[in-house]
């Protein structure tokens, strides 16, 4: 269908800041762009919103496309709409973040990229557009929700221990919590179960596993 505008419109496009917890560190998605504009420079997977498909969709779409990454917990975050941060035209860009665990997902390269990694968010390199800002943005958010929400959920495994939850929040927060004071806080949501299962490590006593009641929902919890 043709359209005519009185008036000049941006493109739309969408990026994604997704997070997971690997070798004690918090890491970011990121690909290397195989096309103009910064060509070989790292970024945020994302691309131009088709006219047929919704924000979400669209944000799906790339990041199957760019990364083969699907089915995973998607939030929106932010609307960047500098009059410059895209030399090609006027784009205004949706940003989503999303957490994942590790273990549970396979990542490879799309057809308009030349790599796609991990990356530490101390060891962040050179990126393209504005998406230093998306970034830090999204860590922002991040840090946030978990004073008030059970967002964190979202980077564990089926089946976890209290300790590896624990460690989760200390990653991200880059601070050591209280054993007893996190344990206590954590079961009197009464959001997470016992497996009947225990898992050992090394000499030390077995640890109880638990699993989330609901893992596809996050609980704002105060």
């Known amino acids: ?7 000049p419109h941006p493109a739309v496009t969408t990026d994604i800041v997704i997070f997971t917890i690997r070798r004690d560190e918090l890491k970011v998605l990121l690909i290397k762009r195989g096309l103009p504009p910064y060509e070989g420079m790292w970024a945020l997977p994302g691309g131009f919103i088709n006219l047929d498909e919704s924000l979400e969709e669209g944000a799906r779409r790339e990041l199957v496309e760019e990364t083969g990454v699907s089915d995973v917990y998607l939030e929106q975050l932010y609307t960047f709409g500098e009059p410059d941060r895209d030399p090609r035209e ?3 860009t949706v940003a989503w973040y999303a957490l994942i665990p590790t273990d549970e997902i396979d990542i490879k390269a799309g057809s308009d990229a030349e790599g796609v990694s991990w990356i530490g968010m101390q ?3 050179e990126l393209a557009f504005d998406h230093p800002a998306i970034i830090d943005m999204a860590y922002e ?3 946030a929700k978990l004073d008030y929400s059970t967002i964190a959920f979202q980077f564990m495994p089926r089946e976890f221990t209290l300790s590896e939850l624990q460690h989760v929040y200390e ?3 880059r601070e ?3 054993k007893r004071n996190f344990r206590k806080r954590i079961l009197g949501l009464d959001l997470i179960e016992e497996t009947g299962k225990d898992k050992r490590d090394g000499a030390h006593r077995p640890a109880r596993l638990y699993r989330v009641k609901d893992p596809g929902r996050i609980d704002i919890i105060k």
């Open 1 to 7: 269908m043709a359209y005519t505008y009185e008036y």
């Open 90 to 92: 006027r784009v205004i």
């Open 123 to 125: 060891e962040l390199p």
């Open 141 to 143: 958010r991040l840090s």
């Open 171 to 173: 990653v991200i927060l």
């Open 176 to 178: 050591r919590m209280d």
